[in-house]
């Protein structure tokens, strides 16, 4: 019956339609049931939820109270909490005790907001100081916790209270489980799984396990000894991650010593600065004073006594006149800007509660994880399966939770240097100090999470590979555990894994050539606009019948017989080598090919060995993308000297046949002139050129130029004038002769001959400025 009245009452209530309590709503009120708080709750829930306006009204109630109201309450503590000496130094108490410190070296619970408090005859003065003054003890009780918060965690002082007592029970622990008796059952059951594998006929399998035994038996010895020492000691997991940490946090900070205290200290200095000390000195004098050395002492001076008006005095005898008016006259924008300190102070202990616990949580997971280890190695070890892959997995994650360590405290580290370099370049913009730390404080707590996640599945995946690797002699696939991808943890599909299934198995029927038949031969009948893509393909199937559309496939087949030619004709001349596959991939690329068509024209031309296949092309395909590189002259030289670079990677058949083919392609392509010979010139012009050759110097290549562009008419130690004709002529001869020389120290595969012979060849074009590139740096020696 009552059940029955409540909802009645209940229905005129939410209706607006209830008059006088009559007998059956005085039960209801009396009723203990009705007052319990997670009745009340819920029914309040129910209420706000009922209409959007009193859902957004509510929601304004949280922030204004979460963002104001807590923030200016625990101020109102802190000012209460607040110690008066007798030369009017005050200190907040409330935060005192966490001892946080600025850069300069000065107490934050020291500062104060110098402000002219007012009097009788100025009550507005005294209304707005005493609103400030709330608001300034709640921004610095919020900001000196949050710094404080990541001063204490990084310093792992906590590790200290909690490692001596975790030590003594986990040896505890071990004692009572690792006994004989449970180290011989458990060798004998996995001695079962070694036997039972060997009958079936699985030698890996029991190898493996056999493997698996010994080695756990070895490190469990060790281990159970003493197990938290792995991870609490002076030199265990944590301890060494916090090194790590603090190692690579200090050299980012620009700290060659990685002292704890140092970084830590660092690190304080670096957010008491920029959260507290810049925004503090904008907020109370609209700009950060500390701009001015002289200001900057003043104002630590001031703040170190904790004296107000030493504060005011110390920025007039600095001569920033600007700040001593602003702060001897509040407005009311001050209050704006000391609420809006007040989120940005409340995002920054939220970073430090967020950061810090996940270095807290990384730990308590690797001491969790490494107590679970004891059982391992005191039986599950042993045995085969689910077991094994337990101690594995603990084993994973206790390093893997170092590893958070190490990259959370590397972040920090990385966070507070960047905030740093911003806030140097800020300064100066007043107001902006206060957005650019809370937005960047934001952005903190945005990447934190997200790298955070990123660690998350590390754990599960190693395990998964090494437990596969247990239970199988392979790893495990990428995805991991079992049940399949599209299983859930139970090994039934979710919602929307049955819905992928569905969508694949309509696919599977659109694709299907008897659907295709049963629609009318159209083709994936379920797929949008099916119809029309049918006419479409029957319109052009139409016109390829008709005989003048035939032409360009009768082109490509003729094209595709005359590329395969090029590479039959290398093979007939060089046959199946090396030597043939590299010159018949040149000959297929000139032909017009590219180099995805070499592999099947090598292989119709008889190139059946697939290696001197994959060979060939792949060192072809490095001198073409290293020859541009090497040398911005003359393609030819290029080439060359990318060839004798791939010889670099090993002097392996197909990379010396390549470093042949392009020796011939530069003698014949750029330098070929087969009637042009020593004799050609009379004795004093030999020698000059036997002198060239032999020490190859600027001076010469420059005059021989001039000649040849007619601004000069002689040649250094060449008696007589020059035409320019003749040389033209040596200028050519050079490069022949050279090309020549070259070609046969290629042919002898003398490759330090030829990479001498190639630099007297690159040195002219160096010389004249048609390369930028130096020679003896891009050509490689031997």
Known sequence: MFGRSDSLVGKRIRDGRAGRPNALSDLEFWDTARWRPRVVLRRCGHWIGATRLRRTAVRLLFAVFILFVIPMTIGAVATAQTGTDTTGASTIDAIGWMEVRDSS??????????????????????????????????????????????????????????????????????????TPIVLTLAVSIGAFFVAWFVIRGHFSKATLQVVTMLAVGLFGVTYLAHPMADVLSSDGLLAQGRDVGVAVAAGLNGQANPNTDAVVTSIEGTLADNFVRYPLQVWNFGHVVDESPACRAAWSAGVAAGSDDKVASG??????????????????????????????????????????????????????????????????????????????????????????????????????????????????????????GGSFMLV?????????????????????????????????????????????????????????????????????????YLMGRRRSPLSSRSGMRQQAELANMRMAVEADRFGWIRNYYRTREQIIDSARSAAATYGHTPMGAAVAIDRVVDRGASLGDAEAALFSAGFTDKEMRTNAI?????????????WDGDKHVGQAIASLGVLKLGETPANVALFKRTAHRLAERRFADPDLQFSSFTAPEQQFLRNYFNSPTEPVIHAIRDVVSGTGNTLPNLTGTVTRDRAALMNRFINVHLSREYLAAAEAENFAG?????????????????????????????
């Open 618 to 630: 792949k060192a072809y395909n490095y001198r073409t993308s290293w020859g541009p590189n090497m």
């Open 754 to 782: 030829a990479s001498e012979i190639l630099q007297k060849m690159a040195l002219p074009e160096y010389w004249t400025g048609s390369s930028t590139l130096t020679p003896s740096k891009a050509i490689p020696t031997f």
């Open 105 to 178: 070296g000065v107490p934050l619970a020291n500062y104060v907001f110098t402000t002219n408090h007012g009097n009788v005859l100025h009550p507005g003065n005294a209304a707005l100081s005493t609103i400030l003054d709330l608001e300034f003890a709640g921004f610095m009780a919020t900001e000196v916790t949050g710094i404080w918060v990541i001063r204490y965690v990084v310093s792992f002082r906590w590790l200290d209270l909690i490692a001596q007592p975790l030590t003594r029970v986990a040896d505890t622990l071990s004692g009572q489980i690792a």
């Open 315 to 436: 920025m007039k005898r600095c001569g920033d006149i600007a700040a001593y008016t602003k702060a001897d006259n509040p407005n009311a924008g001050q209050i704006c800007t000391g609420l809006l300190l007040l989120i940005f102070a409340a995002v920054l202990l939220m970073f430090g509660v967020y950061l810090s616990g996940k270095i807290v949580v990384a730990a308590a997971e690797a001491i969790y994880h490494a107590f679970m280890a004891i059982f391992g190695f005191a039986a599950g070890g042993f045995v085969y399966g689910p077991s094994q892959t337990f101690l594995v997995r603990n084993l994973v994650d206790a390093f893997v939770s170092a590893g958070k360590m190490i990259a959370f405290t590397v972040y920090l580290g990385i966070y507070a240097l960047v905030l740093g370099d911003v806030f140097k370049q800020a300064q100066g913009h007043g107001i902006a100090v206060i957005f650019i």
């Open 444 to 516: 903190g707590i945005v990447l934190l999470r997200r790298m955070s996640r990123s660690l998350a599945g590390a754990p599960g995946r190693i395990a998964g590979q090494i437990g596969g690797v247990l239970a199988n002699g392979h790893a495990a696939p990428a995805g991991g555990g079992g049940g399949g991808p599209m299983m859930g943890s139970g090994g039934s599909m979710s919602g929307s894994q049955r819905l992928v299934t569905a969508l694949a198995a309509i696919n599977t029927v659109n694709a299907s050539p008897v659907a295709e």
